[in-house]
């Protein structure tokens, strides 16, 4: 028999499932599905067959079954013995007793924490624990986070010794008469770093919602949870984020335009009384036509546009930005992101202002790159980069006003 016929594709030999008791999936109105799902990156490990995580806990079971085995002359990878360097060594092979913990485990409450947030959908509460990395809750559980793995490309395991981590935990809680059950749904990593003089950066460095709770609006409920926890705490300057993957960071964008639109001071600052809305932050776009043409292709003549211009006045954003602690290069997108959603794009004067404003962001951000092209070649890469940048953010009226359906799974 040909080698291939031996082979398969680790994403689907690999089966994932969130395992709750019988009381909890009788639950009227959950939004769980019993689904069993498969992993996005299985490159780190080798294929197996069932691997079955407690919804409360993450303790696993595992069971590796195969109908034939190579001759005992052909090399073999013993699957079990290699994904044992990667799951926690209390993994459960007999399933009455997994079950038995999956109950238990269940009914367990987050120790050693603090709430965050809290949501309820269809009579559920969802809630958001911050821990630290040495809590007992932390060492109990982050062995049994295979799903960075999984779901993470080049995800790796973070130095569970340095106590600058803390991970803000996101699980659901049901009411089952009078009993609280608690079951995982993701969460994030992140650390503190030092910011001159006497405060802290937060950056995020992993954020995982797991999929049978995706697309359900449980991304942005964790994120904004963690962005309020910066908010209020006066030790951190701002948030931030290590090197975002491409779908979190639309999950960001979304996330800090709709909290920006909610602004009121910011909006009329910025925009003048007809950008501000009372009735839940929607501010009324500027009447034009839908643009045909680039940008500043024709003049004519535009209304004051407030602070944001443009240009814009950098004083008075850098007020703004360091009130609402988002970070520098973030900051700057969400301001042209809204310029462009508002401003007139017959005004040549604005066009250019715009334009400029956005290239000497890209030329910082890729200064490295763009420093070794000739003066010529740089500048027609700006005005491409340009280009792209204000063809996908014509989509700002949908990605700010559209329904909290996206989650991610990613590296940031």
């Not at 990593?189 to 697309?215: A, D, G, N, T, W």
């Not at 462009?340 to 890209?362: C, G, S, W």
């Amino acid at each position: 028999m040909a080698t291939v016929d031996w082979t398969a594709d680790a994403n689907d030999a690999l089966t994932l499932s969130l395992v709750r008791a019988e009381e909890d999936r009788q639950v009227p109105g959950s939004e769980e599905t019993s689904e069993e799902f498969h992993p996005t990156f299985t490159y780190p490990v080798y294929l197996v067959i069932d691997l079955q995580f407690a919804s409360g806990s993450l303790a696993q079971y595992l069971s590796v079954r195969y109908a034939q085995k190579l001759d005992v002359s052909t090399t073999v990878d013993n699957v079990e013995d290699i994904l044992k360097e990667f799951i926690p060594p209390d993994y459960d092979t007999d399933g009455a007793a997994f079950l038995t913990c999956v109950k238990e485990d269940a009914t367990r409450p987050v120790p050693n924490t603090s709430g965050s947030g809290s949501a309820t959908r269809e009579a559920v509460e969802h809630e958001v624990y911050h821990v630290s990395v040495m809590s007992t809750f932390c060492h109990e559980i982050l062995p049994r986070r295979l799903f960075i793995l999984l779901y993470i490309e080049a995800g790796s395991y973070i130095n569970e010794d340095d106590d600058v981590w803390h991970f803000f935990v996101y699980k659901k809680r049901k009411r089952q008469d009078g009993t609280k059950t608690y079951h995982f749904i993701g969460y994030s990593s992140v650390y503190k770093f030092y910011c001159f003089p006497e405060k802290h950066r937060l950056r995020l460095s992993q954020f995982v919602i797991v999929p049978p709770y995706q697309h359900r609006g449980h991304g942005s409920e964790l994120y904004k949870t963690i962005y309020d926890y910066v908010l209020l705490n006066p030790l951190i300057s701002e948030l931030t984020v290590e090197d975002p993957a491409e779908g979190f960071e639309d999950l960001r964008d979304r996330n800090d335009l709709r909290m920006l639109l909610a602004n009121e001071n910011f909006m009329k600052e910025g925009f003048g009384n007809e950008a501000v809305s009372h009735s839940g932050g929607k501010v009324r776009k500027r009447k034009t036509h839908v643009r045909a043409n680039p940008v500043g292709a024709s003049s004519g003549m535009v209304k004051d546009t407030g602070k944001m211009g443009p240009p814009m006045d950098k004083a008075w954003s850098e007020t703004f930005r360091t009130q609402l602690k988002v970070a520098g290069h973030q900051w700057q997108r969400l301001m042209e992101m809204l310029i462009l959603r508002h401003f007139n794009p017959t005004d040549i004067q604005a066009a250019r202002a715009y334009r400029l404003q956005v290239k000497e962001r890209l030329y910082r951000f890729n200064f490295e790159i763009l420093a070794q092209l000739e003066k010529e070649e740089r500048l027609e890469k700006l005005e491409e980069t340009f280009r792209m940048w204000e063809a996908s953010k014509f989509e700002i009226e949908s990605l700010s006003s559209q329904s909290d359906g996206f989650d991610i799974c990613g590296r940031l």
